[in-house]
């Protein structure tokens, strides 16, 4: 059976990423992302699931750790985030005083803890909170986590979908260490990858032209500096197309001229919901 690792504590909406993406698989939690990507890199045929950004609140700050570990992606996927209000068995709304959850998730249902006023506490995660308050057992505590927190942890969802925000979207991506990448046919792919130019003016500028004259559209390209260091960036790019189409081949040689270091991350399918983002 094979493994997925990930970051968090059974119930975690990247539990259910894992789940959505393959059942059958032995899913198992890490404390961090870092024990994450060090459990991938000691184990070539495992695989992790990571949170790479919010629809609503942006990165979730694992950069860092993509570009250390430069592990391949073989797939991304978007789930629904739907945010409940999870308390003790039999609690009411009107019981409920304080708030656990993960800060990502007290933001994401702001509006909704304002006009109950309740006092927020940060935890680590999500399905975190709902475990530590199924052990309080105090009815004023509530927690905010998926439904799949409140079946394994034994609480009730007092109130469902609290988010500011409905159509809430986290973009997983499955990552290991295996190179693996799908043939080229008639489908919708992303090839991500990292980049670091040599150090001269207007680099960037000059390093992007290959796209645009070869018709090659980038979704996404962030900047990241360097560890210790505010002068030397790298760069992380996402653009529509697979690495043999001909048009991104040649964008990407033109690319390389300008790069002290460049690293194709992976190449997979988009995933379908990208088209209603």
Excluded: W
């Excluded at 950069?63 to 978007?78: A, G, P, Q, S, T």
């Excluded at 304080?98 to 800060?103: D, L, N, R």
């Excluded at 033109?254 to 002290?260: P, R, S």
């Amino acid at each position: 059976m094979s493994k997925i690792y990930f970051q968090g504590t059974f119930g975690a909406y990247s539990h259910l990423a894992a789940l959505s993406i393959d059942p059958k698989a032995e899913i198992l939690p890490c404390k961090t992302f870092d024990d994450c990507f060090n459990k991938a890199s000691e184990e070539p045929d495992s695989r992790i699931i990571i949170p790479e950004s919010n629809r609503i609140t942006g990165n979730i700050g694992i950069e860092y750790l993509i570009f250390k570990h430069r592990l391949n992606i073989y797939k991304e996927h978007f789930q629904k985030i739907e945010h409940n209000l999870l308390g003790q068995p039999g609690a009411k709304l009107k019981d409920i005083k304080e708030v656990y959850s993960h800060a990502q998730g007290l933001s994401q249902c702001s509006k909704f803890i304002k006009e109950n006023n309740l006092a927020e506490h940060i935890r680590a995660d999500t399905a975190g909170s709902a475990e530590m308050i199924s052990r309080t057992k105090d009815v004023k505590q509530s927690a905010i986590a998926s439904s799949l927190s409140a079946e394994i942890y034994g609480l009730e969802i007092i109130k469902t979908n609290i988010e500011n925000e409905s159509g809430n979207l986290t973009r997983f991506l499955l990552m290991g260490k295996n190179i693996s990448q799908p043939e080229f046919k008639d489908k919708t792919y992303i090839t991500s990858f990292l980049f670091k130019l040599r150090g001269k003016p207007a680099a960037l500028y000059q390093s992007l032209g290959g796209f645009a004259i070869n018709g090659v559209n980038l979704t996404k390209l962030q900047s990241y500096p360097e560890k210790n260091s505010f002068d030397s960036y790298f760069f992380l790019c996402d653009l529509d197309g697979h690495i043999e189409d001909p048009k991104v081949q040649k964008s990407l040689e033109e690319l390389g001229l300008h790069c002290e270091d460049f690293h194709v991350l992976g190449v997979f399918e988009a995933d379908n919901l990208r088209q209603k983002k």
